[in-house]
């Protein structure tokens, strides 16, 4: 099985699951990098200084990198910065993930900090139950074997379907 998806079709996707919150627009593609502009005071969970903060500050810039895969891992790093406040927003940004990945089985994606990034490590081995999930009729029966993931413009996935 092979799906490729514009960028705008898998914001539609992900905004309807509410795997994206209103907060993120301003959503492109520059090759293999998606960029977005975010007003973190409108993200759910935010604590209330930070909240107040980010409303005055206004929104940060982010940058999403796909780095590719090695061995059984996909790799996407993460920065954000605010365009006149410089700060490492990386430990504020792996919290928010987490929260987000949360609802994932465990060791499909880890997040980690890295040099100023939030660098997500999907597991190809693990991610396979939530492809499958988003096949007609919740992939019953289907088991999926993730081969290749490709973010930016175009989002691709390449995977092999076989009965569970």
């Known amino acids: 099985m092979e799906l ?4 705008d079709e898998a914001l ?30 409108e ?4 604590p209330a200084p930070v909240r ?7 929104p940060v810039d982010v940058r999403v990198e796909d780095r590719g895969i090695t061995g059984r891992s996909w790799e996407v ?12 927003l990386s ?7 987490r929260g987000q990945l949360a609802h994932l089985p465990p060791g499909v994606a880890l997040v980690r900090t890295s040099g100023g990034a939030v660098v997500v490590d ?22 999926v074997h993730v081969e290749h993931l490709q973010l930016g413009a175009r989002l691709h996935v390449v995977a092999r379907v076989s009965a569970a």
């Open 52 to 58: 107040m903060a980010t409303r005055m500050a206004g």
């Open 43 to 46: 993200l759910p969970g935010v």
């Open 4 to 7: 490729t998806l514009g960028l």
């Open 77 to 88: 790093a993460i920065v954000a910065q605010h365009p006149v406040v410089r700060a490492d």
């Open 122 to 143: 999907v597991d190809l081995d693990r991610v396979g139950p939530v492809v499958a999930g988003m096949l007609p009729g919740g992939g019953r029966g289907a088991a």
């Open 12 to 41: 539609v996707a992900a905004r309807a699951s509410g795997a994206l919150p209103t907060a993120v627009t301003d959503v492109r593609a520059e090759g293999a990098v998606v960029l977005a502009r975010v007003a973190v005071h």
């Open 91 to 97: 430990s504020f940004v792996a919290d928010a993930l």
